[in-house]
C-alpha cells in the first residue's frame, strides 16, 4: 500500500505539460489523416522520446510527496513504476497505430500489421519500463543514463543491451517492409506463417534477456536524497 499510495501522490502533484498535451493532438491527427502504419509509428515512437528529453520538471515529486521506504519497499516502487510507465506509453503507441488502419477496416484482417504492432509494443513496454528505472539510478547517483550503463553495469549487462538493439533494428526494418506494403496496397491478408514464428521467437529473446537485465538495475536501486547537494560530498554525493 506504501508503495501504490507513493505513485498515487506523484500522478496527483505531477502537473501536465502543454507540450505533451499537443504531442497527443499533433499524433492523433497524423495518424487518422495519413492512414501509413510507418510513418504513424515514426510519428509516434520519435515524437514520445522527443518530448520526454524536452520536458524538463521543475520541481520532483518524489521531494514533494516523499514517503520513508526500506530498501526493498524501494526497489517494488522503482519497478511497479517503471511497468506503469512502460504499460501506459505502449498502449498509447500500439492505440495510435491502430487509429491509422482506420480506414482499412471492414476489408481482410492485415496479420502483418497486427503482428508487428503487437511487437513494437510489446518491446516498447519493456524498454520504457527499464528506461524509467534506469533513470532512477543515474539521478541518485547524479549521472546520465548512458553513464550510468557504461560505469555501473557489468559487462554481461551491456552485451545483452546491444544485442537487443540489433534484434529491435532487425523488427523495425521487417516491420517496414511488410507494413510498406499495406500502404501501397491498401490490405494484404497474406503473412506467412514462419513470420510470425519468427517475431515470436523475436518477442521470447526479447523478454528473456529484459528479465536478466531488470533483475540487475533493480537489484542496484539504492536508498536516498535525489536533490542532495555535492558541495559537502567530496565524491559528487554518490
Sequence with gaps: MLVIKQIWNECRFRKMEKGVVLLIIVDLWWCITSQSWTSSFVCVWFGIDLVKKWVVQKEMPEIVCFLPMELMARQKYARMKGYLEGLLLSFYLMGCLLLSQISHYGEPVNWAVISHTLLVGFDYFMQCSERSVMEENARYRRLEPDVFRKICCPGWYRILYYLTGGIRV?????????????????????????????????????????????????????????????????DGGI
Design 170 to 234: 532487425l523488427i523495425w526494418m521487417s516491420s517496414f517492409y511488410w507494413c510498406v506494403l499495406q500502404d501501397g496496397e491498401r490490405f494484404m491478408s497474406i503473412f506467412p506463417w514462419q513470420w510470425i514464428l519468427v517475431l515470436c521467437c523475436s518477442a521470447a529473446g526479447l523478454l528473456v534477456m529484459h528479465v536478466f537485465r531488470m533483475r540487475h538495475i533493480i537489484y542496484t536501486v539504492e536508498m536516498g536524497d535525489y536533490n542532495v547537494g555535492g558541495r559537502g560530498y567530496k
